[in-house]
């Protein structure tokens, strides 16, 4: 059974598409069915992964206002068993149409969530801003997966996210939890990286992962050729942290990894986690799925 993921934070420039993309890109690698569904106007994540916004027929704004199907708005992406519902700036016209629309905060969960079982991972990219579209994220998610930038600005808003979250699974929502949260932009170099880490692993009560994500020109650059980060440059040290990432997921779900995987913490050195963490969720249940080793 998949699980749906919705990568949120209302603050902009924080690295969510960029997430989106990279550890999408990288749960395809290692064999999962994916597919991301971009809600975001400005389509970023649709043209990151290398699908023509321009050559679009049918997006999630036409899926939205049931002018198409899931299938025929479904793309494939550059990214062998990862697939898309594409977005482009029509999204932007979407929470207007929608007002007087009954239950208008369940439209993208009656159309995504039937496919739940046809992948491994549905992951949902958010605009920057808690409005119609992002609590249609949030119905239809089982999980908020909440990027943070390392800098100060960027906690001061996480208090609200959070609040927002736990409207959401009052009145929405029963089911939905946060995933976790992580770190991005990390500048090695500077103090106050460092500084924020340790801040909000102090002072925050959710999971945290080891896995953080850098400051990397080559993370910037893929964007501009339709590549994930491990197309355009596996050996990075950006490829290396969203395949960290990615591990750690998969691990918190229940799978096995073949072998010793090794994670970032905050000093950015490497943490070793052994493969014992993944004997919850589904080896519980007796299940064991198998995960495709990385090829370096």
Request: with cysteine.
């Amino acid at each position: 059974m998949g699980r749906i993921i919705a990568i949120a934070n209302q603050k902009g420039g924080v690295g969510k598409t960029t997430t989106a993309i990279n550890l999408s890109a990288c749960l395809a690698e290692k064999g999962m069915k994916v597919l991301v569904v971009d809600i975001d106007p400005q389509g970023n994540t649709t043209s990151g992964l290398g699908i023509d916004k321009d050559s679009l027929e049918y997006t999630v704004y036409q899926l939205l206002l049931d002018e198409c199907t899931v299938g025929q708005c479904m793309c494939e992406s550059v990214v062998k068993n990862l697939f898309v519902l594409p977005s482009d700036v029509d999204l932007a016209g979407a929470e207007i149409e929608l007002i007087g629309i009954e239950e208008k905060e369940y439209i993208l969960s009656k159309k995504v969530r039937p496919f739940k079982d046809s992948f491994d991972y549905i992951m949902i990219d958010c605009p920057p801003s808690l409005n119609t579209l992002t609590v249609n994220a949030m119905t239809t998610a089982d999980s908020i997966l909440v990027p943070i930038q390392c800098e100060y600005y960027a906690l001061e808003g996480l208090s609200q996210l959070i609040h927002t979250i736990n409207l959401v699974k009052q009145r929405l929502n029963a089911n939905l939890e946060i995933e976790g949260v992580v770190f991005t932009m990390y500048d090695a170099r500077t103090n106050l990286s460092l500084q924020v880490v340790e801040n909000v692993r102090r002072n925050l009560e959710q999971n945290i992962y080891n896995a953080i994500i850098p400051r990397n020109v080559r993370l910037a650059e893929a964007p501009s050729h339709g590549l994930p980060i491990s197309m355009y440059d596996p050996k990075s040290t950006g490829a290396d942290a969203y395949r960290d990432l990615a591990d750690e997921i998969l691990v918190q779900d229940g799978y096995e990894i073949p072998e010793t995987t090794f994670l970032a913490d905050q000093s950015g050195k490497k943490k070793e986690e052994k493969n014992s963490r993944g004997e919850r969720g589904k080896k519980e249940k007796g299940e064991k799925k198998k995960l495709f080793r990385r090829k370096n």
